[in-house]
């Protein structure tokens, strides 16, 4: 249940299953690294439209949340992304950025089928959801 991959820019993946279902748990589940994908996929969006914008948060995290549906396939049907920006940031910029990432450009998330929903906080304020 353990497969190992490379990637075109030469690094290994592992994903394995879970232990109830056959794996040895020596690598990630298929699922998560989709979750992870999306949310690399806009983080690297966000932070680099931000820096063209000539703004460099202090710090910048995500938390990533998926709902699968409860019959096979069992796809991702929502997935929500909440990101937690510091620094001396301007509300309506970080704003367009993650518009930006989230309706244009993020391949990933506009590989799949499900919706995408995000939100934001900026030193540790939250605010409104980004539509």
């Given at each position: 249940?353990a497969?190992s991959?490379?990637t075109p820019?030469?690094?290994e993946?592992?994903?394995?299953?879970?232990e109830?279902?056959?794996?040895e748990?020596?690598?990630?589940?298929?699922?998560?690294?989709?979750?992870?994908?999306?949310?690399?996929?806009?983080?690297?969006d966000?932070l680099?439209?931000?820096?063209?914008?000539?703004?460099?948060p202090a710090?910048?995290?995500?938390?990533?949340i998926g709902?699968?549906?409860?019959?096979?396939?069992?796809?991702?049907?929502?997935i929500?992304?909440h990101?937690?920006?510091?620094g001396d940031?301007?509300e309506?910029?970080v704003?367009?950025?993650?518009?930006l990432?989230?309706?244009?450009?993020c391949s990933?998330?506009?590989?799949?089928?499900?919706n995408?929903?995000?939100?934001?906080?900026i030193?540790?304020v939250k605010?409104?959801?980004?539509?």
């Amino acid at each position: 249940m353990a497969f190992s991959g490379q990637t075109p820019s030469g690094h290994e993946l592992k994903i394995d299953a879970d232990e109830k279902f056959g794996g040895e748990n020596t690598g990630a589940r298929p699922t998560e690294l989709l979750l992870n994908a999306v949310a690399g996929c806009t983080g690297i969006d966000i932070l680099s439209i931000l820096q063209k914008m000539r703004l460099e948060p202090a710090s910048f995290s995500m938390e990533v949340i998926g709902k699968r549906a409860e019959e096979h396939p069992k796809r991702f049907t929502d997935i929500n992304i909440h990101y937690a920006l510091e620094g001396d940031l301007p509300e309506d910029k970080v704003v367009r950025a993650i518009q930006l990432s989230k309706d244009k450009y993020c391949s990933v998330s506009h590989s799949l089928n499900a919706n995408l929903t995000v939100s934001y906080s900026i030193n540790k304020v939250k605010g409104e959801q980004v539509l």
